[in-house]
């Protein structure tokens, strides 16, 4: 008699965005292995409120709790509890029916609900970089002793974890494939008139706009720098950024022999995320498969910090350490906002970036208290900047 599978209880914090929207296709995929226990969103409650029709969640939390009348409404024929806050959301995902939670919010919004998630002892898929990028030292100790898990979503992440199963030597260099963006080519001049439309067109990736502006001046490559180094324990300097357009390696491991163990595929999110879900199984998926005999050339080049700046302006964030990677994730988000809103030119963002990590208060050894401190304090000089 075949034995059935408990359901793996999800939680997905950010279920509206990208990532939360393709983790629920895998979900709806395998209907047989996953559930979805939880689903929050920050403003758009219309989605939120369809979604938890679709996928009957046994509770969702909007953050904006100027939306809770108008979601509690859209859900009230509905047996699905419905919450408001961002206290709200570090309390639901302490619930004993959740197995594990996807933080897939945007922004430093998502450290505490993923701190709150570790301390009940959830296993973790990430794909909130910010969580490592600002505390990268206090989650790494959180997740040691409660004993809970790391699955890394984002998928060069990923492509590092799967290089590493089964790997006991220790790591020679750790290879983060970028793809350069849709600017890769701009010359500086050109840059200086880039738009918000220009940026949004990213050639390979479907992703939200934060996260695609991030990408564009390759701020995002470098909290993978940042997030890289926590994760996997490598250095700095054993981290090297190579781009490569074409988005089929998706990053790679170097040894002490000089063996390089690369994860390849189609840019397509929703692999990394069922591998977190699933790991360590491997499912079978109806995702599009790599085509080797379309695949004429794979390239691969050094990056430009010069003219990328923000991703030079990581690796000194980690240089300096302590808070300086909280202040630069902080002054990032202002900046990425204005540059959306029309506030800020594109190359200007490393600009404010750069002054902002001179002005802020730098503290060797931050506390929790401390990085909300510095958030705000960095948040406050780059808009003062703008």
């Keep these: 008699m075949k034995q059935e599978i408990k359901k793996k209880q999800i939680a997905i914090l950010g279920s509206t965005g990208s990532i939360g929207t393709q983790a629920l296709q895998v979900i709806a995929e395998h209907p047989d292995r996953f ?25 969702v939390v909007i953050a904006n709790e100027a939306h809770y009348e108008a979601l509690r409404e859209a859900l009230q024929d509905l047996p699905i509890a419905v919450y408001a806050g961002s206290e709200a959301l570090c309390q639901v995902v302490e619930s004993s029916e959740v197995d594990m939670v996807l933080t897939a919010m945007v922004g430093f919004a998502g450290l505490p609900p993923t701190i709150a998630a570790i301390r009940a002892r959830k296993p973790i898929a ?21 004993e809970v898990p790391i699955l890394p979503v984002d998928s060069e992440h990923s492509a590092i ?62 909290f993978e720098v940042i997030e890289a180094k926590w994760l996997f324990g490598v250095e700095p300097d054993r981290i090297q950024v190579v781009v490569h357009p074409q988005s089929v390696v998706h990053s790679a491991v ?41 695949m004429h050339d794979l390239t691969f080049e050094a990056p430009d910090t010069e003219r990328f700046r923000c991703l030079a302006l990581a690796y000194e964030a980690l240089d300096r350490g302590g808070n300086a990677p909280c202040i630069v994730n902080a002054a990032n988000e202002i900046v990425n906002r204005a540059f959306l809103e029309g506030r800020c030119r594109f190359l200007q963002m490393a600009d404010v970036i750069a002054e902002t990590l001179d002005r802020a208060s ?20 780059a808009a003062s900047l703008l």
């Design 35 to 59: 559930e979805a226990r939880v689903l929050t969103a920050n403003s758009r409650w219309q989605l939120l409120a369809e979604q938890a029709r679709q996928f009957k969640p046994a509770a």
């Design 126 to 146: 990430l794909a909130n970089k910010e969580t490592m990028v600002v505390a990268g030292e206090l989650i790494n100790s959180l997740c040691r002793e409660y």
């Design 161 to 222: 974890f799967q290089s590493l199963v089964g790997e006991v030597s220790p790591i020679e260099k750790i290879i983060l494939t970028a793809s350069g963006g849709p600017f890769r080519t701009f010359t500086r001049e050109q840059l200086e008139t880039v738009t918000p439309a220009m940026a949004l067109k990213h050639p390979n990736w479907d992703m939200g706009a934060k996260i695609t502006i991030d990408s564009a001046s390759m701020m995002n490559k470098g």
């Design 254 to 294: 170097q040894f002490a022999d000089g063996a390089v163990k690369a994860q390849l595929g189609v840019p397509d999110m929703r692999v990394p995320i069922q591998l977190a879900f699933s790991f360590p199984e491997r499912l079978q998926s109806s995702f599009d498969r790599l085509d080797w005999f379309t």
């Design 362 to 381: 730098f503290i060797k050894q931050p506390t929790y208290e401390d990085y909300l401190h510095s958030d705000q304090e960095a948040r406050r000089l």
